[in-house]
């Protein structure tokens, strides 16, 4: 017997020379896993994640692996998610565009901005600034939620009846809804 205090050497794993044909689509945990362990092709022989088709390629036309190939398409990822939501204050902040009765110049202007800084923000390109947002909620009554969420609530009656007039794609100056308005006036007089 040896008396104890040696150290064996560390032992120093390589990645096999096949583990650089690894797809890309395979997480980095996993990916990790299958360069230390040296098993590169340890999920091509996993029938859970396969699906042979007729061809015998696991139903993907180039035979790779197919893992992460079919994620739950109701599953929405953060950034579909973000996108999303940019795109919609980028439509709220057109209706709030147009209820001012402005162009994108104008706006620029009104907001002491730059016009492409407007147009960039009104086409989903950036996220608009909250200095700039609280500006424009200073000067017209606008609140974060209704720019941000979409939420009503805290708004002048007046102002969110007719951004909401603006999100169904009409304009409340149409004369349509100006009857509407004078047919209830008319009502509040004869209750009189």
């Not at 893992?67 to 398409?73: D, M």
């Amino acid at each position: 017997m040896t008396s104890g205090n040696t150290l064996a050497p560390p032992v120093v794993r390589r990645a096999p020379r096949h583990a650089e044909r690894l797809p890309d689509d395979l997480p980095p945990a996993k990916r990790r896993k299958n360069l230390i362990d040296g098993h590169a092709d340890e999920f091509d022989s996993d029938p859970v994640h396969k699906q042979d088709d007729s061809n015998g390629n696991n139903g993907n036309p180039r035979g790779q692996n197919t893992l992460h190939a079919n994620p739950n398409p109701l599953r929405k990822t953060e950034a579909a998610m973000a996108e999303e939501m940019l795109k919609e204050i980028a439509t709220r902040l057109a209706i709030i565009r147009e209820e001012l009765k402005l162009s994108q110049d104008g706006m620029g202007e009104y907001l002491h901005i730059g016009r492409s800084r407007w147009l960039n923000w009104e086409r989903a390109i950036y996220y608009p600034s909250p200095v700039i947002m609280k500006r424009l909620c200073e000067y017209t009554g606008i609140t974060f939620d209704y720019i941000y969420r979409g939420v009503h609530a805290g708004l002048p009656r007046a102002l969110s009846v007719r951004l909401a007039i603006r999100e169904q794609g009409d304009d409340p100056d149409d004369p349509e809804f100006q009857d509407v308005r004078s047919s209830r006036a008319r009502r509040g007089k004869q209750d009189v």
